[in-house]
């Protein structure tokens, strides 16, 4: 699985970049000994961690990418840090019950008109 990192070209005030690191850290904190635990999209399943690696990732290496760039580069973790929110969320009791099923979300968001 390749890495997956973006060339911001950006930097953060002070204070927004001391924000964001704060935020990674309490991620790495909540996510720690959790795996990706699957939900009831069989079609979308774990977005999010689809999106920004191409599959779902070990959540150990995300950790790692997380913690090896908090200090020094935090803005290129934002797509990481959704991913680290995907996989806390995703063992949250009850989170099936939030996400609608595949039929369920396309009937919502794509109603077929009779």
């Given amino acids: 699985m390749e890495e997956h990192h973006h060339d911001h070209r950006a930097s953060l005030p002070r204070e927004a970049g001391a924000i964001l690191r704060r935020g990674l850290a309490e991620l790495l904190q909540l996510t720690d000994g959790l795996e990706f635990r699957p939900v009831v999209s ?59 099923d595949d039929d369920a979300f396309l009937t919502r968001c794509l109603p077929v008109n009779a």
């Fill in 42 to 100: 069989e079609r979308f399943p774990l977005p999010l961690a689809l999106a920004v690696y191409g599959e779902v990732p070990d959540p150990k290496m995300v950790r790692a990418d997380v913690r090896a760039r908090i200090e020094t580069d935090p803005l290129s973790l934002l797509e990481v840090g959704l991913v680290l929110l995907e996989l806390y969320a995703c063992n949250q009791p009850g989170a099936a019950a939030s996400v609608p």
